[in-house]
């Protein structure tokens, strides 16, 4: 497989995130994303589309971001970049060379 990305596509500034839980003092917890790494990536719209949800139209885009490859990247991350937040769906590395990890992920509001 060909890898699509070039090195001047990596121009997208993201923070890797990775959540943190601490107690709430009422037996729940409370949430605080904590970054990880700042790297470059491109990120490519996939699709997007609207429904009807809980009684209001909810959008919902995905895109592709690629980086170049670490092995820490989880599913349960997100990306952050210029205001915008990307819940990674799943870590590909489509060579299976180490070199890259594409990851499908989906935007969403704040």
Do not use: N, Q, Y
């Not at 139209?57 to 349960?76: M, S």
């Not at 970049?81 to 590395?93: P, Q, S």
């Amino acid at each position: 497989m060909t890898v699509p990305v070039r090195i001047g596509d990596l121009r997208h500034r993201v923070v890797i995130e990775a959540a943190e839980r601490a107690s709430d003092g009422g037996g729940g917890a409370v949430v605080t994303w904590v970054p990880v790494a700042t790297v470059w990536a491109a990120i490519w719209p996939r699709s997007a589309d609207e429904a009807f949800m809980h009684d209001r139209v909810a959008g919902r885009a995905t895109h592709d971001i690629w980086i170049r490859h670490r092995g820490d990247v989880k599913p349960e991350m997100r990306f952050r970049c210029e205001g915008r937040v990307f819940d990674i769906r799943g870590a590909i590395d489509p060579e299976d060379r180490g070199r890259w990890l594409r990851c499908p992920v989906e935007e969403r509001d704040l």
